[in-house]
């Protein structure tokens, strides 16, 4: 019963269901960078850094695995070699 | 006596058969979970890593993986385990990020309908990956489904906490500089959004998602946010509810991950 209103289209958490994970990552994305601070390169820059590489290296490649792997070595290099 | 002896040997011959209808149904179901292999064995990996690094050992890794088993909800964790103790926070992301499940699991009413004793297992197993195999994949001939369910779920499940064993084991006896590590899961996300970014057409619950959560970070702080940004969230996506009621792909057709 609950089930099968939930499944018809039209319903509310049936609506919730479909779009809430896409607001969901966004959500999470912001909740993840919430420390970067403008008050010093050295605490925005990295991260900015890292996603675009992240960004553009998706769009091109569109390897999962390489895309966080290869974004996760950027940013460690960057946070303990370039602004320390 | 020989009443008795018939009996056991059908006994025999029946748990015989038992045993050769899961044995094929595993076989059937392993190839369809290799490329998950190699996905969970190295996210897995990278979680262990960074448990370790958080001081946690081999014990919690593996509870974790095994009890929880939701990958972006573990990484997430580990924040909220370093932190202040906050479990109603916890809850909400938590509900918030495995919100898509709900859809899965209506999806899979059909499936799973029959799976008698393993169902809750079948329940709890499933994420993501197993969702797309098992939604668009059916078992050969002669397979029997609920077992061929079961072991997709099995063996991704099981993948999972070898690659955390491995990452937390890794982890001390390799010693590297971690610092930044965390950022896989930032990375993660990122990647999540960008491959939901180019295939989805609808792109506000996403747009609405990242707009919301920055203005609340704003205004209420870093420590604050989370919830204001939730209500926010949910009272746009109500607002636009009517805009765009047929348009969303559901999300469990592209890949994404726990």
Known sequence: MVFKKANSDSSYIGYL???LPYSAIGLLVVYCLKDISFKSPARWLPEIISIACITGLHCWKENTLLSIGAGTVIYMVLVQFVFT | MLLNLRNGFFNYLNRAENMNEKITALKAAFPHTIPVLTGFIFLGTAYGILMNSK???VGWTILFSLMVFAGSAQYLAITFLTSVFNPVYALLMTLMINARHIFYGISLLDRYKDAG?????LIFGLCDETFSIVCSTNPPEGVNRNWFYFFITLMNHSYWVIGSAIGVMLGSIVSFNTN???FVLTALFTVIFVGQWKTQKD???AVIGVLCSVICLAVFGQSNFIIPSMIAI????TLFRKAYRDQIKPCGEKE???
């Not at chain 2, 004793?117 to 297992?121: E, G, L, N, T």
């Not at chain 2, 949910?234 to 996506?237: F, V």
């Open chain 1, 17 to 19: 269901s479909r779009v």
């Open chain 2, 55 to 57: 001081g946690y050992g």
């Open chain 2, 117 to 121: 004793r393993i169902k809750p297992y």
């Open chain 2, 180 to 182: 930044g590590l965390d």
């Open chain 2, 203 to 205: 792109r506000k619950p």
């Open chain 2, 234 to 237: 949910l009272a746009a996506l």
């Open chain 2, 256 to 258: 994404s991950l726990q």
